[in-house]
């Protein structure tokens, strides 16, 4: 047990220096920074570049490392963050979640996708007490940790320079006044996050003998789930909330195995969320809402789709596409559609709802594993298990989510996201091996296994989420879950059950990413947990807001640009989540309602 007490200290000596990074920021900006997240890898790849191939000293590449995560620290938040932050705090936290995807896959294409085995430039196990052996490096990591929290904590308290940092994290109106120059406090605090997400990441390697390219989004998931319990913005409350959490990873570990890891983790950030979202030592958040809808609408100028645009598309789609496109074309139009389908029932969670879910890869999953499971074992037909995979996705999801609705501000996303990663690790627990041999759909005795099956199977059900979606929206019950999205405040005074409205919004939303996770999974014929990353999450996100985040048509357009047009950089899957994580930061600064977007 006292092994498994050293090993959480250890992993909590890592999450308190991520934490406390990703708690400066957000005192500061009050904006989550998933850029943060990658940030750990990045700091393990290049200590053993300069290390292994360049043959640095392990002293002399720590505080290279440091350097380059700092500079490029500074240039997100003077490119990305910043002018977004002070309008659309969550839009700034979207912004930086695309440049995690973008560190984490140009680090890849530079460095290669594969795990490197960590140069030992530190003793692992050449010292004991009793029974129990440590190494040279445990105690350097610990060291520096306590040394670094130490001068964080005079410079802050006592530095003319921290002492702004902590009046523009109390107050930036006020700072601003009082002539502080909040834009270098920002900067200078992205710079020192990002600083110490490379410390964290160097050490995370030294504990784990491994440098990987994407240990960035886990490790950096875990440390923002710290900040959490400890209170977001206190730098105090993250320390104590890193070692906290490490502690309670091991001992988790212990009792209940690894495959427990991340449900473990994303429990206790959902029920932090929800009893305390302040945390331990932070304060509860003041914003009642954050009114993301309403922001985005009105920004740009709407454009004006004449009527007869939409059946002469569906002619197309249904009428030129099959008789001139080839195999190909018809496989990609097939993911068009099944993203189309799952980002237009999202429109009624982010558009109308003013929710912008983090976690869709969940509810796509449940969908994806509901299907297979009854039509592989139960024998059910695919057109039953079809409508029941949307049920199940949005039962499932709506039951694990109905505790977070009285959860303000973006910390609802960030529960959502937490949720979506909940459910698809409590799916690998019980189908660790994913699932094979997926039966096609059949009519009757003939098996539809073709592209252009797909494809015009696809094709039938978006028509049909569409027309649910305009009804839906034409409504009464549109027009009230409109007005919770619009302005939640005046749906309440008014008598609008708000939590009640946005947790029939999610469900619908499940149940076409339910709907989209069947036809993936029968397409496929063989589906495993990896499929449905927060990449896939990521990528629906970017359709509606690129399409239009309140209009359902304007999902198809986004999946159309998305998933179509970037199917020429199929042969580089690093490149592709480069493109995706750029569109997202173009539209977001340059056109935040969308292609389509329409006035308030």
């Given at each position: ?20 990074g ?37 002293w ?81 990591m ?15 308290k ?10 523009t ?19 200078l ?5 990002s ?11 030294l ?75 932070g ?37 030129v ?20 389908i799952i ?40 057109w ?17 989510a ?55 199977i ?25 007005s ?45 947990t ?71």
């Amino acid at each position: 047990m006292l092994d498994t007490l050293i090993a959480g200290l250890l992993r909590g000596n890592v999450y308190a220096l991520g934490a406390v990074g990703i708690s400066l920021v957000f005192g500061v900006m009050n904006v989550v920074n998933f850029a943060q997240f990658s940030f750990f890898g990045l700091g393990a790849m290049l200590t053993w570049f300069f290390v292994a191939r360049l043959g640095l000293s392990f002293w002399l590449a720590l505080p290279l490392v440091l350097v380059v995560c700092a500079a490029l620290g500074l240039i997100i938040n003077a490119a990305v963050v910043r002018p977004l932050a002070k309008f659309l705090p969550l839009a700034a936290m979207l912004s930086t979640y695309a440049v995690s995807l973008i560190l984490d896959n140009t680090s890849q294409a530079a460095f290669g996708a594969n795990s490197r085995v960590f140069p030992q430039v530190l003793q692992t196990s050449n010292l004991h007490v009793g029974n129990m052996r440590f190494g040279t490096a445990d105690v350097v990591m610990l060291g520096i940790t306590a040394g670094v929290m130490i001068v964080m904590s005079l410079f802050l308290k006592y530095g003319k320079v921290g002492r702004a940092i902590r009046a523009t994290a109390q107050d930036q109106e006020a700072a601003l006044q009082m002539g502080i120059p909040v834009a270098l406090v920002q900067n200078l605090s992205f710079v020192i996050a990002s600083a110490l997400g490379g410390l964290a990441g160097i050490f995370i390697a030294l504990y784990v003998g491994v440098a990987d390219p994407t240990s960035g989004l886990e490790t950096g998931m875990t440390a923002f789930v710290a900040a959490t319990l400890g209170g977001l913005g206190s730098l105090v409350g993250a320390v104590i909330g890193g070692f906290v959490l490490g502690i309670l990873e091991s001992f988790g570990i212990y009792f209940f195995g690894g495959s427990a890891d991340q449900i473990i983790v994303f429990v206790i950030l959902i029920a932090v969320l929800i009893i305390r979202p302040g945390g331990l030592l932070g304060k509860v958040p003041l914003i009642s809402s954050e009114p993301l809808t309403g922001t985005f609408l009105g920004k740009g100028r709407p454009f004006t789709i004449p009527r007869w645009v939409w059946p002469a598309a569906l002619a197309v789609a249904a009428v030129v596409v099959p008789l001139v496109g080839n195999d190909y074309v018809l496989s990609t139009g097939t993911q068009v559609l099944v993203y189309a389908i799952i980002a237009s029932g999202f429109t009624i969670t982010a558009g109308q709802a003013g929710v912008m879910a983090l976690g869709q890869a969940g509810p796509i999953a449940i969908g994806a594993y509901t299907s297979a499971l009854i039509t592989l074992y139960l024998h059910v037909s695919f057109w039953v298990a079809l409508p029941l995979a949307g049920l199940a996705a949005a039962i499932i999801a709506s039951i694990l989510a109905s505790p977070i609705w009285g959860v303000k501000g973006h910390y609802i996303s960030i529960a959502t996201l937490g949720i979506g990663i909940v459910i698809v690790a409590v799916i690998q627990l019980i189908v660790p091996l994913g699932v094979q041999g997926i039966p096609w759909p059949k009519i009757g005795d003939t098996v539809l296994f073709t592209a252009q099956d797909f494809y015009f199977i696809d094709l039938g059900v978006l028509v049909l989420t569409l027309l649910v979606m305009w009804r839906i929206r034409r409504s009464h019950l549109g027009r009230v879950i409109s007005s919770v999205g619009a302005d939640e405040v005046a749906a309440l005074a008014s008598g609008v059950r708000v939590r009640d409205y946005k947790a029939l919004a999610f469900a619908v939303s499940a149940f076409f990413a339910g709907i989209g996770g069947s036809l993936l999974a029968h397409q496929y014929t063989y589906i495993d947990t990896s499929i449905f990353s927060m990449l896939m999450s990521l990528v629906v996100v970017t359709i509606v807001i690129l399409g239009g985040v309140n209009l359902p048509y304007g999902a198809v357009i986004g999946s159309l640009i998305l998933i179509g047009g970037l199917e020429a950089l199929r042969f580089t899957d690093e490149l592709r989540i480069v493109v995706y994580g750029l569109v997202l930061i173009l539209v977001v600064r340059f056109r935040p309602g969308g292609i389509l977007v329409r006035n308030s």
